[in-house]
């Protein structure tokens, strides 16, 4: 009888870790990610809040400055300058906390 439980619970222990690895990030809100999400989403071009830094590089590529001046600690902002989109240059940040996408923004850009 014992050994047949020891074997139940190693059954439902590999289920369960099947189960996780489909989930891939655990985003700052405590969501989990999926992993499907975060490859669709990368190859669209486009970020979602939760992301690593390795996503977003896969996803927008390397950023033109990177500031860490007057940011909070752990947290660094990227800048993607008039990258054209739909026909219009637009600017592009990205903020992380701890590595991780804490925020974006995408906005029009202006020539001066």
Request: charged share 25%; net charge positive; aromatic share 10%.
């Given at each position: 009888?014992?050994?047949?439980?020891?074997?139940?619970?190693?059954?439902?222990?590999?289920?369960?870790?099947?189960?996780?690895?489909?989930?891939?990030?655990?985003?700052?809100?405590?969501?989990?990610?999926?992993?499907?999400?975060?490859?669709?989403?990368?190859?669209?071009?486009k970020i979602l809040k939760?992301?690593?830094?390795?996503?977003v590089l896969a996803s927008?590529?390397?950023?033109?400055?990177?500031?860490?001046?007057?940011?909070?600690?752990?947290?660094?902002?990227?800048?993607?300058?008039?990258?054209?989109?739909?026909?219009?240059?637009?600017?592009?940040?990205?903020?992380f906390q701890n590595g991780?996408?804490?925020?974006?923004?995408?906005?029009?850009?202006?020539?001066?």
């Amino acid at each position: 009888m014992i050994r047949m439980i020891n074997i139940l619970a190693l059954l439902i222990a590999f289920s369960v870790q099947g189960c996780t690895a489909a989930l891939a990030v655990n985003n700052q809100s405590g969501d989990l990610m999926d992993k499907f999400t975060i490859k669709q989403a990368v190859e669209e071009r486009k970020i979602l809040k939760g992301m690593t830094k390795e996503q977003v590089l896969a996803s927008w590529g390397e950023p033109d400055d990177i500031s860490t001046w007057g940011t909070d600690p752990g947290e660094e902002i990227w800048f993607y300058k008039g990258i054209l989109m739909q026909f219009v240059k637009k600017n592009k940040r990205v903020t992380f906390q701890n590595g991780i996408v804490k925020d974006y923004y995408i906005g029009r850009w202006t020539d001066k």
